[in-house]
């Protein structure tokens, strides 16, 4: 099962902020950065945060990430329709020696 | 450009082997650690295996400890999952995936993703 935990749905109407948590523990994102996926229905995972607020070349400023202690949090502003998808947050263990996986946040666009 | 093309996946009986090969392209293979990543049909992503640059530093997940192996050829830009004793559970599409930066898998994540192979157990 997902180590980390993040609520199964979010919704917003266009233009709005969105915020979707991803909860872990000390030996992952208490002392690991914090990564986060989209993935559009159909299609393969894509990187949006990195090292818990990096944005990777061409994605939009519209997505922040942020952590604290053991918890991280994914921001989009501004929500536009094309950015209904799965979100999924993702952190190396120390403990398990292995990288997981939320277990994923679909988000609705109204 | 980054390319990871998977291949190898299809319809195997419980208990039996495949072999996926991921090619890759567009950037230093031999620099880069590399993971696989697997997603059961209508579930969330769930990480495989990881293998640094130099095949070193090596990890499973528990569910695929001592089934699976992960191998990379940086001659030959590819990297493999060899996954004996598949269970039902097992089906899933299999993904290759590039650490996003030397630092690492651990460091940040994965930023790029081929397009995956599904494999599929069943009797």
């Known amino acids: 099962q997902s180590v980390l935990t993040q609520p199964p749905s979010a919704s917003g109407t266009p233009g709005q902020r969105v915020t979707i948590s991803c909860s872990g523990s000390?030996?992952?994102?208490?002392?690991?950065?914090v990564n986060w996926y989209q993935q559009l229905p159909g299609t393969a995972p894509k990187l949006l945060i990195y090292?818990?607020?990096q944005r990777p070349s061409g994605v939009p400023d519209r997505f922040s990430g942020s952590k604290s202690g053991t918890s991280a949090s994914l921001a989009i502003s501004g929500l536009q329709s094309e950015d209904e998808a799965d979100y999924f947050c993702?952190?190396?263990?120390?403990?398990?020696?292995?990288?997981?996986f939320g277990t994923g946040t679909k988000v609705t666009v109204l | 450009e980054v390319q990871l093309v998977e291949s190898g996946g299809g319809l195997v009986k419980p208990g039996g082997s495949l072999r996926l090969s991921c090619a890759a392209s567009?950037?230093?293979?031999?620099?880069?650690?590399m993971n696989w990543v697997r997603q059961a049909p209508g579930k969330g992503l769930e990480w495989v295996s990881s293998?640094?640059?130099?095949?070193?530093?090596?990890y499973y997940a528990d569910s695929v400890k001592g089934r699976f192996t992960i191998s990379r050829d940086n001659a030959k830009n590819a990297l493999y999952l060899q996954m004996n004793s598949l269970r039902v559970e097992d089906t899933a599409v299999y993904y290759c995936?590039?650490?996003?930066?030397?630092?690492?898998?651990?460091?940040?994540?994965?930023?790029?993703w081929g397009q995956g192979t599904l494999v599929t157990v069943s009797s």
């Open positions: 995936a590039r650490a996003t930066t030397l630092a690492g898998i651990a460091e940040t994540g994965s930023g790029y």
């Open positions: 567009g950037f230093t293979f031999s620099s880069f650690s």
């Open positions: 293998t640094d640059y130099s095949s070193k530093a090596i």
């Open positions: 000390s030996s992952n994102i208490g002392i690991n950065t």
């Open positions: 090292s818990n607020n």
């Open positions: 993702g952190a190396w263990d120390d403990s398990l020696k292995g990288y997981v």
